[in-house]
T-cell receptor
Framework: KAGVTQTPRYLIKTRGQQVTLSCSPI?????VSWYQQTPGQGLQFLFE???????NKGNFPGRFSGRQFSNSRSEMNVSTLELGDSALYLC?????????????FGPGTRLTVT | KQEVTQIPAALSVPEGENLVLNCSFT??????LQWFRQDPGKGLTSLLL?????REQTSGRLNASLDKSSGRSTLYIAASQPGDSATYLC????????????FGGGTRVLVKP
């Protein structure tokens, strides 16, 4: 089975621009979660989607948004980029919601904001 | 608010020595606990998942224990190898939090040949 894939792998953007990142979960998995990883804050939860519905949201400003499609693929969007948004963005997939299942992470998208 | 701590932040051992990595969490109301490995600049690789009703899980040279009442988990890696050098992260899923993982800061491990 193919693992979790994320595109693009690397991205350089300018302050004020917006960006869209994509995540394809493992086949058959319906839950996709997004995390931001920075050296200062570590791994922080952004949001979780299950069956096209946002189930959970972390403490990030409204500039961070996401969605999930009927095939479980998910996108996250960051508008009006700030320098502090530079980070590794990771997505994780799981068969179902509810917290009972192992979660599998993708390789991440490295976003650099200049 | 659930907090997860991993001490020490970094660890260096000679090849062949057993590794002991610690993880503590403040709220025992967890659904499960998962250990991950992260190589520099890469994503997370799942190592072990321990359900809250379990006391330990084993996979090859890896063994993880869970003591929910004291808020502790320990990951043991037997006979360490240079390829085990990486950052190890533990994460808990609090009750009623969906799939939201709360991570510790990680322990960076270096196994010297």
């Amino acid at each position: 089975k193919a693992g979790v894939t994320q595109t693009p792998r690397y991205l350089i953007k300018t302050r004020g621009q917006q960006v869209t990142l994509s995540c394809s979960p493992i086949s058959g998995h319906r839950s996709v979660s997004w995390y931001q990883q920075t050296p200062g804050q570590g791994l922080q939860f952004l949001f979780e989607y299950f069956s096209e519905t946002q189930r959970n949201k972390g403490n990030f400003p409204g500039r961070f948004s996401g969605r999930q499609f009927s095939n479980s693929r998910s996108e996250m969007n960051v508008s009006t980029l700030e320098l502090g948004d530079s980070a590794l963005y990771l997505c994780a997939s799981s068969p179902l919601g509810g917290g009972a299942y192992e979660q599998y992470f993708g390789p991440g998208t490295r976003l650099t904001v200049t | 608010k659930q907090e997860v701590t991993q001490i020490p932040a970094a660890l260096s051992v000679p090849e062949g020595e057993n590794l002991v990595l610690n993880c503590s969490f403040t709220d025992s109301a967890i659904y499960n606990l998962q250990w991950f490995r992260q190589d520099p600049g890469k994503g997370l690789t799942s190592l072990l998942l321990i359900q809250s009703s379990q006391r330990e899980q084993t996979s090859g040279r890896l063994n993880a224990s869970l003591d929910k009442s004291s808020g502790r988990s320990t990951l043991y890696i037997a006979a360490s190898q240079p390829g085990d050098s990486a950052t190890y992260l533990c994460a808990v899923i609090p009750m009623a939090a969906g799939n939201k993982l709360t991570f510790g800061g990680g322990t960076r491990v270096l196994v010297k040949p």
